[in-house]
């Protein structure tokens, strides 16, 4: 890249190096001045390319192991998931790869169990910390209404709106990763839960475990958000491809008890 090109580009992230005889390939790459394909390939986890995009730093060997425990638990949120349910749906209909995850995206982003869930309660991480009182408080009060295109949100930011008790995945899950050294805030999560749960008059959701853990990584809310979004693709997509060769005769479409004229169950 020429000297003038990659003034005109302005990024922290990323440095590149032209090749002698091609101005428009790259002899070499830097990501936050370490080398991608000169040093780290072969070296380095994807975790830690991950970290490293997003923080500016490479990660401290227990910040990469809980990413890397963190991007399993969130890799494949299951069929049960809205936003795998529509990846399966544009998979079965035949859409591109990409306007199945484009789907994926979309429905996955919101407020529930979606990438704004996790960007509002790591606000609240952000706002109470590991003080209990200011978390009672923040789990009490009605959502202020502010001016964003998003909807107030309906149930506390990281709290199962459906859910009777804590699901087992997200007791799993929360005590993986609180067993982790640079799980401070995990750690706090999981010995204040069933306070922070009456609190909230409801059970914990991986989404709340999520943020914890985003926020012990020391991502902003915005980057949580981001991350939240990368991190649960790989299982929409696998979902996607597999509806797609079973066919629409095959997709598991939710039981419905309709009866025909005769009385007997439509088929």
């Given at each position: 890249m020429?000297d003038?090109?990659?003034?005109?580009?302005?990024?922290r992230?990323w440095?590149?190096e032209?090749?002698?005889d091609?101005?428009?390939?790259?002899?070499a790459a830097?990501c936050?001045?370490?080398d991608?394909?000169g040093?780290m390939?072969?070296?380095a986890r994807?975790s830690?390319?991950?970290?490293?995009?997003?923080?500016?730093?490479a990660?401290?060997?227990?910040?990469?192991?809980l990413?890397?425990?963190l991007?399993?638990?969130?890799?494949?949120?299951g069929p049960?998931?809205a936003?795998?349910h529509a990846?399966?749906?544009?998979?079965?209909?035949?859409?591109?790869?990409?306007?199945?995850?484009?789907?994926?995206?979309?429905?996955g982003?919101g407020?529930?169990a979606g990438?704004?869930?996790?960007?509002?309660?790591?606000q609240a991480?952000v706002?109470?910390g590991?003080d209990?009182?200011?978390w009672?408080?923040?789990l009490s009060?009605p959502?202020?209404?502010t001016?964003?295109?998003?909807?107030?949100p309906e149930?506390p930011?990281?709290?199962?709106?459906?859910?009777?008790?804590?699901?087992?995945?997200?007791?799993q899950?929360?005590?993986?990763?609180?067993?982790?050294?640079?799980?401070?805030?995990?750690?706090?999560?999981?010995?204040?839960?069933?306070?922070l749960?009456?609190a909230a008059?409801?059970p914990?959701?991986?989404?709340?475990?999520?943020?914890?853990?985003?926020?012990?990584?020391?991502f902003s809310?915005e980057q949580?958000?981001m991350v939240h979004?990368l991190?649960r693709?790989p299982?929409?997509?696998?979902h996607?491809?597999?509806?797609?060769?079973y066919?629409h005769k095959?997709?598991p479409?939710?039981?419905?008890d309709?009866a025909?004229?005769?009385?007997?169950?439509?088929?």
């Open positions: 020429s003038e090109a990659q003034a005109a580009i302005r990024t992230i440095r590149e032209a090749e002698a091609n101005p428009f390939a790259a002899r830097y936050h001045g370490y991608v394909y040093e390939l072969g070296r994807w830690e390319m991950l970290y490293l995009l997003f923080r500016g730093e990660p401290p060997p227990a910040a990469a192991e990413l890397e425990t991007a399993v638990a969130l890799a494949n949120p049960r998931d936003a795998v990846a399966m749906c544009g998979g079965v209909g035949g859409s591109t790869a990409a306007a199945c995850l484009i789907a994926a995206l979309a429905v982003a407020q529930l990438g704004r869930e996790v960007f509002l309660a790591m991480w706002a109470c590991t209990l009182a200011a009672r408080a923040q009060a959502a202020a209404e001016a964003s295109i998003w909807p107030t149930h930011p990281g709290f199962d709106p459906h859910g009777v008790g804590t699901a087992t995945p997200v007791r899950t929360l005590a993986c990763l609180a067993a982790n050294p640079a799980g401070e805030r995990l750690r706090w999560l999981a010995e204040q839960r069933a306070a749960e009456a008059s409801r914990l959701a991986l989404a709340g475990v999520a943020a914890a853990a985003f926020a012990d990584l020391g809310p949580g958000e979004l991190l693709l299982g929409a997509a696998a996607a491809l597999e509806q797609k060769a066919g095959q997709f479409f939710f039981a419905a309709l025909d004229a005769g009385g007997e169950a439509a088929r």
